[in-house]
């Protein structure tokens, strides 16, 4: 099976992991009023050579699966996926032959849906609703079936790959332009990149801090697409016995992540999306609460994806009253 991976378009995934994420200029002045303490304030876009930073993870959990003679031309995979995973399996999966199902939530935005839809025949994506998890109904039919389980949620392979690949890109190109990071934000979904983020730098800087992005669910809709809330964080499989690698969770509601997002727009054509937005807000402030440590200092915002798939999310609530009251009382805004 390990021919598998010579597949011409397998072998076209590789090159991009070169440059897995690319460090952003430090933001101006106007989206960070601590550069006079000496703090810089980065983004770190994983959608330049990548559509989204899951493209990684889904490149390394299937390369493994392949090695392992685990999955094979004909064979149906399936998984959970707020859209950016499954996007990404879809692209690698599709052109070998391997049929994909994807779990996802029936409020998934209309932009992931139609992105997922765009595959077409081999790939089927089925909304899902009611109290069992899309998790576990995944690995439900996987063993009802027999399909391949992909299980990002609890795959090794997940971490490893921001270790391997995410961690050493951003370390390089970090070490070219100065110091290593005094602290980087993630926003928190299946925890991979906040854990291979923290195995990496922490090897070669233990005072590095990883600050974690929740959704707070203590609000009118709790949702930001492809973020967790601290319950669904404190049940990740993959967190079981090493939470201390996140060093601090921060919450961040909806309307942080649409401010956040329309601000990042002004200034970097890349337009972050909704999950960088609500990092953004929680930097701001975790750099006030920490602003004398954090002297002349970095701090490292992991930036996902780009707004592609939330436009429609963010001209729905344009008119929001809740974004119009917090955008004229948020002090950052």
Same mark, same amino acid.
């Given at each position: 099976m390990a021919d598998l991976l010579k597949h011409p378009y397998l072998q076209s995934m590789v090159r991009p992991y070169r440059r897995p994420i690319h460090l952003s200029a430090p933001l101006p002045e106007g989206l960070n009023p601590y550069g006079r303490d000496g703090i810089c304030l980065q983004l770190a876009l994983a959608h330049g050579d990548l559509r989204t930073i899951k493209e990684i993870v889904a490149y390394n959990i299937i390369r493994v699966l392949i090695l392992a003679g685990k999955l094979r031309p004909g064979d149906t995979a399936i998984d959970a996926t707020s859209g950016n995973t499954g996007r990404a399996y879809a692209g690698i999966l599709q052109p070998l032959g391997i049929y994909l199902r994807l779990i996802v939530q029936g409020t998934m935005p209309a932009g992931k849906l139609a992105q997922l839809g765009f595959y077409g025949k081999g790939v089927e994506v089925v909304p899902h609703f009611g109290p069992e998890s899309t998790i576990k109904r995944a690995r439900r039919e996987a063993a009802e079936n027999g399909y391949v389980l992909l299980d990002q949620y609890a795959n090794e392979a997940n971490p490893l790959a921001h270790e391997q690949y995410t961690g050493l890109e951003l370390w390089q190109q970090l070490l070219l332009s100065g110091d290593p990071p005094g602290a980087i934000v993630v926003p928190l979904g +299946?925890?991979?990149?906040?854990?291979?983020?923290?195995?990496?730098?922490?090897?070669?800087?233990?005072?590095?801090?990883?600050?974690?992005? /929740?959704? @707070?669910? %203590?609000?009118?809709?709790?949702?930001?697409?492809?973020?967790?809330?601290? %319950?669904?964080?404190?049940?990740?499989?993959?967190? +079981?016995?090493?939470? %201390?690698?996140?060093?601090?969770?921060?919450?961040?509601?909806?309307? @942080?992540?649409?401010?956040? +997002?329309?601000?990042?727009?002004?200034? @970097?054509?890349?337009?972050?999306?909704?999950? +960088?937005? /609500?990092?953004?807000?929680? /930097?701001?402030r975790y750099i006030e609460e920490n602003r004398v440590w954090l002297r002349n200092k970095r701090v490292i915002i992991i930036s996902p994806d780009s707004i592609e798939a939330y436009l429609a999310i963010m001209q729905a609530e344009q008119d929001d009253t809740d974004v119009a009251n917090a955008l004229s009382n948020s002090p950052e805004f």
């Open positions: +299946t925890c991979g990149t906040a854990l291979g983020l923290s195995r990496f730098f922490k090897a070669r800087n233990k005072d590095t801090q990883i600050i974690g992005v /929740a959704v @707070d669910p %203590e609000q009118r809709v709790p949702q930001i697409p492809g973020m967790r809330t601290p %319950e669904q964080i404190d049940d990740n499989v993959l967190l +079981t016995g090493r939470k %201390e690698l996140i060093d601090h969770v921060y919450l961040a509601k909806r309307t @942080d992540a649409i401010l956040g +997002t329309r601000r990042l727009a002004y200034a @970097d054509p890349s337009s972050p999306g909704l999950s +960088t937005g /609500a990092a953004y807000v929680v /930097a701001l």
